[in-house]
């Protein structure tokens, strides 16, 4: 079967076909969705209506070019980071109060054996 590209479907045409919550994904992806036919469009699309949405995004990523696959490992890194920079100031926050908490624990229990 020939690709959606080979038969002449543009991304602008995708877009037309593809229901308005999807549509970031084909602008962000088009050339990937474009290697498909018909019947693995369809495929992903249940995949992503069935909620299996990391399958439907492995999917997209072996189709990637080198360049295309480079770059959205470059964002998906990037975001990594930015998540993990976050986690550990959140984790400094429950340390400290979880340490505050339990200093007023020690002088309550000292308090309570009278030391």
Do not use: C
């Amino acid at each position: 079967m020939a690709t959606l590209k080979e038969q002449g479907v543009t991304i602008e045409k995708l877009l037309e076909q593809i229901p308005e919550p999807l549509q970031g994904v084909v602008t962000t992806y088009g050339p990937s969705l474009l290697a498909m036919t018909y019947d693995e469009l369809w495929q992903w699309l249940e995949l992503i209506t069935q909620g299996n949405t990391e399958l439907a995004y492995k999917t997209i990523v072996n189709r990637l070019t080198n360049s295309e696959f480079a770059t959205e490992w470059e964002t998906n890194l990037a975001k990594w980071k930015k998540l993990n920079a976050e986690n550990v100031e959140f984790l400094k926050v429950v340390n400290a109060a979880q340490s505050a908490v339990l200093r007023a624990l020690i002088q309550v229990v000292l308090i309570l054996i009278g030391i």
